[in-house]
């Protein structure tokens, strides 16, 4: 079993006037990714379930070539953050995902090797670290660790459809915009 939390968007983003400078500042909250794995040596590849979730199944095969006979196995994971709104939903289910199958193969898996597998696969948020952290989300490395977040009540409204890099939540999709519906969001971190 391995797990991450996500994050309630960042507390800060942006560029360092340095070369890779972008980062972030987290902002984790308690909403968790859970990835199991079984070990099977007889498959040679790795069904993932849900089967949507394609990256997870990418670095799973990438720590299975680290592991000397291992070939194959059934990675699970079941996530309460929701997709596509920009909590870094992807980001926990691979962090579990690196935890999961390293506990199954038992190798060992520092965040900063953890880093480095991540890399491979897409730029991620700094959710393999505890607390908050400063985060090259873009080179996958720490910048700074920043402590411990106080308790608090982050309240947050879901207006409809993903977040994508080229919309925000301040423009929902057109049947969301035209009917008003809005679904709060209560977390506390």
Not at 83 to 88: I, S, V
Not at 100 to 109: F, Q, S, T
Not at 155 to 184: F, I, M, Q
Request: charged share 20%; proline share 8%; with cysteine.
């Amino acid at each position: 079993m391995g797990t991450a939390y996500g994050t309630f968007g960042e507390l800060l983003q942006g560029e360092l006037p340095e070369e890779a400078g972008d980062f972030l500042v987290t902002l984790p909250v308690a909403r968790w990714a859970r990835a199991s794995f079984r070990c099977d040596p007889a498959m040679g590849d790795v069904i993932v379930r849900p089967s949507h979730k394609e990256k997870t199944r990418r670095l799973a095969c990438l720590i299975l070539e680290e592991a000397p006979g291992a070939t194959g196995g059934v990675l699970t994971v079941n996530s309460v953050i929701p997709e596509g709104k920009g909590l870094a939903s992807s980001s926990a289910d691979l962090v579990a995902t690196a935890r999961a199958v390293g506990r199954a193969l038992r190798l060992d898996m520092p965040p900063a090797r953890i880093e480095g597998l991540l890399r491979l696969i897409e730029p991620t948020d700094g959710v393999l670290y505890p607390g908050i952290v400063a985060f090259h989300h873009r080179a996958v490395r720490l910048r700074a660790m920043l402590g411990p977040l106080p308790a608090m009540l982050v309240v947050g409204v879901d207006e409809g459809g993903p977040w994508t890099r080229s919309t925000s939540t301040a423009y929902p999709s057109r049947s969301r915009r035209r009917t008003g519906v809005s679904t709060p969001t209560c977390w506390t971190g």
